[in-house]
């Protein structure tokens, strides 16, 4: 089998990808240990200059290389165009993105630099998988170094209809350079059709063709193993103690404004005050670790929600409770696990998200015999598989304050029927499965491709059916 080659804006250390670890290295778990690999990205520091050759470490069958970014290329290429243009766009948030040239230029600059610090160590037969918005120009630069391997993309985060995303400045260069990948898979067949409409509209019709949804899953059965052994264990038993036999609700995701959270926040304020019944009955524990920290949006949210969770417990919390518990610093996923598992309601509410993988994990965790019940954004690309939750609109805290009350009072028999749907959906709909259909989508049409005639690859690939979601 040939080599896979994933290239992701960030690499982390073999290091600290133990059984606990998180992101895009679970998802391609499966993936990586049938077969040799070479991850390639970011390795996390700066430097002066954006390294032109890469650090190797081999951990088993898969090289790790890395490179340090420039500090240009951090402002420009990463805080700049990735983060405040790209990923309030994706995220349907044209007002607040922030457009400059050098930013696009920096862009440019480091896709260019990942290709040629890349190109090097690539073998003729590899497999190139690159992921996410940070990358949209690889393969166009690979292309322009001779690269000739089949070259996949895949979209975490939501693609917005075609008139959103054009808002941005360079929205027909972006296309033009994904048009250069053999594969391009997104979360939805929402997503899939928004990009599909930007790529026409660019005249990349014949790429239109090569985009599928491929919606990504969790290891269920490793989250569950977690979620069980951690649920006796010192910090689970912490947090039950400190409850006192009072209902959980638990929300867990980056500081981040896609989020939902001072919405949700609302919410919770919104049921305590239009639903006393529930006043002094329920806690509602927010995870929330800083992000981006260094990004003045992401300052003046952090600042919001710490204004709104004090005005909330202030005008509701009495001497033994206080309704919101709100934690900004980094939880160990093991423990987050445990947590989920005693939570009686999952609140994941963001306000665009391409998939939501807690919503999943929030499932995973649950003990059959006594499940919770997950109060879910109806624009999580999740929605469309765990429709056994209670969906809400993440922009209006009176919906979610409706849906909370539905969860606290809903009967032992209709939550387990919910729950029991929603497991069957994120236990056949895994990872592992997920890495399979976007390979087959990518390598099986190639393969077609290499025994009929040379050079036929694109050509091929380009008459071939949309790859199935
Ligand atoms: P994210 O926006 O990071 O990912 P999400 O899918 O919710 O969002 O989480 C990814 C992983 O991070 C999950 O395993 C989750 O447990 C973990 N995580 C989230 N908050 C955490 C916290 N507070 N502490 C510890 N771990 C936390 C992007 C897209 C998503 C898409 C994923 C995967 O934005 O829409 O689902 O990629 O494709």
């Known amino acids: 089998m040939s080599r896979l080659v994933i290239v992701a804006n960030r690499v982390s250390d073999p290091r600290e990808r133990g059984a606990a670890a998180g992101g895009l290295a679970v998802g391609l778990k499966d993936a990586v240990a049938r077969r040799d690999a070479l991850w390639f990205g970011w390795s996390g520091a700066t430097a002066q200059q954006t390294a032109t050759t890469p650090r190797i470490q081999r951990a088993g069958r898969t090289d790790y290389a890395t490179i340090d970014l420039g500090e240009a290329d951090y402002r420009h290429y990463y805080q700049g165009f990735s983060n405040a243009a790209l990923w309030p766009v994706l995220h349907y948030r044209l007002g607040i993105a922030r457009f400059a040239r050098e930013d696009w230029v920096g862009y440019r600059r480091a896709n260019a630099a990942f290709a040629a610090a890349l190109a090097p160590l ?14 949209f120009l690889l393969a166009a630069e690979l292309r322009a170094l001779g690269c000739r391997q089949r070259i996949g993309f895949f979209l975490h985060v939501p693609f917005p209809p075609r008139q959103v995303f054009m808002g941005l400045p360079n929205a027909q260069a972006v296309l033009a350079a994904l048009a250069a990948c053999d594969a391009i898979g997104v979360q939805t067949e929402d997503d899939a059709e928004n990009l599909r409409g930007a790529l026409i509209s660019a005249g990349e019709a014949a790429a239109a063709l090569r985009v599928g949804a491929f919606p990504i899953g969790i290891d269920a059965a ?20 400190s409850l006192a036999g009072r209902v959980l609700a638990i929300g867990v995701d980056r500081l981040d404004y ?22 002094s ?6 995870v929330a670790p800083v992000s981006r920290g260094d990004v003045a949006t992401y300052r003046a949210l952090r ?6 969770v004090g005005r909330i417990n202030g005008q509701h919390a009495e001497p033994d409770w206080a309704p919101i518990r709100y934690i900004t610093r980094a939880v160990a996923r093991p423990t987050l696990a445990g947590y989920m598992r005693l939570a009686q309601i999952g609140l994941v509410t963001p306000l665009r998200d391409g998939m939501n993988l807690v919503a999943k994990e929030y499932v995973a965790a649950q003990d059959p015999s006594d499940p919770g019940v997950l109060v879910l954004s109806r624009f999580a690309g999740a929605a469309n598989e ?3 939750a209670v969906l809400v609109n993440p922009l209006d805290p009176d919906d979610i304050a409706e849906a909370l009350d539905v969860a606290l009072t809903m009967p032992a028999e209709e939550r387990m029927a919910r729950w029991q749907g929603m497991d069957a959906a994120v236990r056949s709909n895994t990872a592992a499965v997920w890495c399979r259909n976007f390979l087959a989508a990518l390598e099986g049409e190639a393969e ?16 071939a059916t949309p790859p199935l979601s």
């Open 303 to 308: 600042r919001e929600l710490d204004e709104s």
């Open 386 to 388: 765990l429709d056994g």
């Open 258 to 279: 896609t989020k939902g959270l001072p919405q949700r926040i609302a919410g919770f304020g919104a049921l305590l005050a239009r639903f006393p019944r529930h006043r």
């Open 222 to 241: 490793a989250f569950t193993t977690l979620a069980t052994r951690r649920s006796g264990l010192k910090e689970v038993e912490r947090l039950r103690n």
């Open 122 to 135: 690539l073998r003729p037969d590899d497999t190139i998988w690159a992921h996410d918005f940070h990358l």
């Open 281 to 286: 009955r329920v806690t509602f524990l927010q």
């Open 448 to 463: 077609v491709a290499e025994a009929g005639q040379a050079g036929g690859r694109r050509r091929l690939a380009e008459t």
